[in-house]
């Protein structure tokens, strides 16, 4: 649904079928991560099917108005004839051309600074046109590092808002008032004495496998190497669609993990049978009040689900994204009260990071070059 910030749109010689574009997955080394891409370019798939063919004029207009047009303002450039005819006529310039369609789904098109490289008939003799962009990879690879930097910026804005900042203190409350009663003490001893100890072995071991998604050492490669694999190939829809999912978790976890690590210590909470004070919230005196596993376990996962609009895989991954929170309790390292607020603060680190990819300006104007003279392109996103 969304390219990494600095990432130029390939060039693309004729309108994209919406089937185009799809996602794809890698084996990944962890079996966790490699089943996650592999839901994730499920969902894509059945979004895909969905929106097929059906017969219907109405329907394919519709689709059609789904794919932005980029609009090549040049008086030189001859106009050719509209590909899309359902526009309003107030909306194409004088001289234009169509040069090429991004489908709406998993991307986004560059913003107005990222650089730009277009193939389009410019002229009848079916010459090219590039900005200098498209010739330096040096400049691409610094935009692209820019870019990066400046989603985050973004998405601590987002993060920091007063709509954030009330959730996270409702998250909280909740937090609070279940580790400063006897909630979290109950529902440990519920939990070690009635789930874990009447089941076998291997209930204990299934439930304490996603622990190793919430090991930061770990999963952080992970996304960064899959943000750089999508860069490098974002030619191939599977591994761009898989790069905008490693570069938006990474974001997600540089986001909330600061304050993640504040609240641990604010909180002071303990773990069970660490400390006489177990769940009890004690300023500064440990640094477990906010499960730091949960935090990071759940980020992939409520990644992909802020990334898909298929309602069944949105589900499996809000889903999901509890197994590494769950683990801790099973394996009587967390209280309920630690393990939810991890959980919490991942999600509104999320939701600040899909704040930013929806915030795109819808349009923007970048420069034109081609051999009969220079021009100014107008981006038309929807």
């Known amino acids: ?28 080394r962890r079996s966790s991560i490699t089943v996650l891409v592999l839901l994730l370019g499920g969902c894509a798939r059945m979004e895909t099917s969905s929106q097929g063919d059906d017969g219907d004029p109405a329907h394919d207009a519709a689709r059609r108005d789904a794919a932005a047009p980029v609009l090549l303002a040049n008086s030189r450039a001859k106009p050719l004839p509209p590909l ?3 526009l309003p006529a107030d909306v194409l310039p004088a001289s234009y ?36 962009h498209g010739a330096n990879p040096q400049a691409e690879r610094a935009l692209t590092i820019s870019g990066f930097f400046e989603d985050v910026l973004a998405d601590y804005g987002h993060y920091y808002s007063p709509t954030s ?21 109950s529902f440990r001893d519920l939990y070690q004495e009635n789930v874990r100890d009447t089941k076998t072995d291997e209930w204990s071991e299934a439930m304490h496998t996603p622990t190793v998604l919430g090991n930061g050492m770990m999963v952080l490669p992970v996304f960064a190497a899959t943000a750089m694999a999508g860069e490098m190939m974002d030619e191939m829809p599977m591994m ?8 938006q978790s990474l974001r997600t976890a540089l986001v909330g993990f600061p304050s993640m690590l504040l609240m641990q210590k604010v909180t002071g909470a303990s773990r069970p ?4 004070h177990d769940s009890q919230w004690r300023f500064w005196n440990d640094s477990n009040g906010v499960s730091g596993h949960s935090f ?3 980020v992939p996962f409520l990644t992909a689900a802020k990334m898909t609009h298929n309602p ?8 999901a994204s509890t197994g590494a929170g769950l683990s801790r309790i099973n394996d009587d390292r967390h209280y309920a009260s630690q393990v939810l607020l991890g959980w919490w603060m991942a999600y509104v680190a999320a939701d600040a990071v899909m704040q930013t990819e929806n915030g795109r300006q819808e349009f923007a104007l970048v420069p034109l070059e081609t051999p009969d003279g220079a021009g100014i392109g107008v981006e038309l996103r929807r």
């Not at 761009?240 to 570069?247: F, T």
């Not at 049978?273 to 006489?276: A, K, L, R, S």
């Open 1 to 28: 649904m969304s390219l990494p910030c600095g990432r130029r749109l390939p060039t693309i010689p004729a309108p994209a079928s919406p089937d185009s574009t799809r996602l794809g997955t890698r084996p990944m």
């Open 84 to 86: 899309n005819s359902e």
């Open 97 to 132: 051309e169509f040069a090429a369609y991004e489908s709406v789904g998993f991307r986004r098109l560059p913003s107005v600074d990222e650089g730009v490289s277009w193939q389009a008939d410019a002229t009848a003799d079916g010459s090219t046109s590039s900005n200098a």
């Open 165 to 185: 900042l009330a959730a996270l203190a409702a998250g909280f409350g909740v937090g609070a008032a279940l580790a400063n009663t006897s909630v979290d003490e």
């Open 240 to 247: 761009s669609v898989a790069g905008d999912w490693g570069e």
């Open 273 to 276: 049978e660490e400390t006489g």
């Open 296 to 298: 990071m376990g759940a």
């Open 312 to 319: 069944w895989c949105k589900a499996t991954f809000y889903l």
